[in-house]
């Protein structure tokens, strides 16, 4: 495959090849065999894929992918998934109970890893063997998300290539520059509450706390407050945590967005094409995905602090096309 196969397809506004879609996790079914080595003692694990699918295996995902690809491994204890590897970044955070996340060093072969606890992030870069394994006592939910929305087979460590399908590449990718992941965590609890980004949060409806994990997420006051944790990268992601009643008002994007719901009950909101406003309430890892070109908005529908993951397509992006002028609040 081309080099150009990596640049991201997102659909464009006019031209969207998805609605606004909403997608309940318990209406997503799980996949326990996608790979060659799902059935393997270890490697056990379902997968719920909210966007993108395995090629060659039936797509059980809502949607497929444009600017990223992204779902849910619950894990038995003391299973994972053996050392892989993509040609695009793949992050990884903890939903729930706590997870080893190891790799090969390319040059020295040695195994390092990191142990993340809950709602702890790393980001993995092309050309480094990574693995993971549930090291709690129960069922774990590890979150993936990749920076490419049409999704590839792994390549798979030398140690692990038995029963490959037919075509699958065995090459790793190239490392350019090699990153070391160790460098690459984001802990919960080190990654700063903004609550400074955006015009709006001087309003008493908009005011909500921004953890900035990956990527500059475009606001009017983007130097503002605490910075992202890690910079650049393929997407942009963060968690919102905001009260009751409060959250984004109807803005737009130049590319795909998504809610996912981690505690609490949301409101997503949007306008159609004719203006016509529409609402869905949201539980827990409940998601809502928004092609470009359309207002949309969120807020707090619990009586409790929430908080919503929000994965943006592009990692640095301009300001919101806000529906109504926040002009006088500019500051």
């Known amino acids: 495959m081309s080099d150009s196969s990596l640049s991201k397809t997102a659909p464009q506004p006019g031209t969207v090849a998805a609605p606004v879609t909403i997608i309940r996790f318990a209406e997503i079914v799980p996949s326990w065999s996608e790979y060659h080595e799902s059935g393997a003692e270890g490697n056990h694990r379902a997968l719920y894929r909210y966007i993108g699918s395995v090629p060659g295996s039936p797509s059980r995902s809502p949607l497929p992918g444009w600017d990223f690809s992204n779902g849910v491994a619950m894990t038995p204890p003391g299973n994972g998934a053996p050392l892989h590897d993509h040609r695009d970044e793949e992050y990884f955070m903890v939903w729930d109970g706590e997870f080893e996340i190891y790799w090969e060093d390319p040059e020295s072969k040695a195994r390092k890893s990191v142990v993340l606890g809950l709602y702890d992030a790393i980001r993995i870069h092309p050309g480094i ?84 994990y990956i990527g ?57 094409a004719a203006g016509g406003y529409h609402q869905e309430i949201l539980d827990p890892w409940d998601a809502c995905w928004v092609p470009p070109g359309v207002q949309r908005g969120f807020r707090n529908a619990g009586r409790e602090w929430g908080k919503l993951h929000v994965v943006q397509g592009q990692p640095d992006a301009p300001p919101p096309d806000y529906h109504r002028d926040y002009s006088d609040l500019k500051g």
């Open 129 to 212: 063997m990574r693995g993971f394994k549930n090291v709690g006592k129960e069922d774990g939910y590890l979150y993936f998300l990749h920076g490419q929305g049409n999704y590839e087979y792994p390549v798979y460590h030398e140690s692990n290539r038995e029963g490959l399908p037919e075509g699958a590449r065995t090459e790793p990718h190239a490392p350019v520059p090699l990153i070391d992941p160790a460098t690459q965590v984001v802990r919960y609890e080190e990654c700063e509450l903004n609550f400074k980004v955006y015009r709006e949060t001087d309003l008493p409806e908009g005011v909500r706390g921004i953890r900035r």
């Open 216 to 272: 500059e997420v475009g606001g009017d006051r983007e130097g503002a407050g605490a910075p992202p944790s890690l910079d650049g990268g393929e997407v942009a992601f963060v968690i919102n945590e905001n009260r009751n009643g409060t959250g984004a008002p109807l803005h737009d994007h130049p590319f795909e967005e998504m809610f996912i719901v981690l505690e609490g009950r949301w409101a997503v909101f949007w306008l159609d």
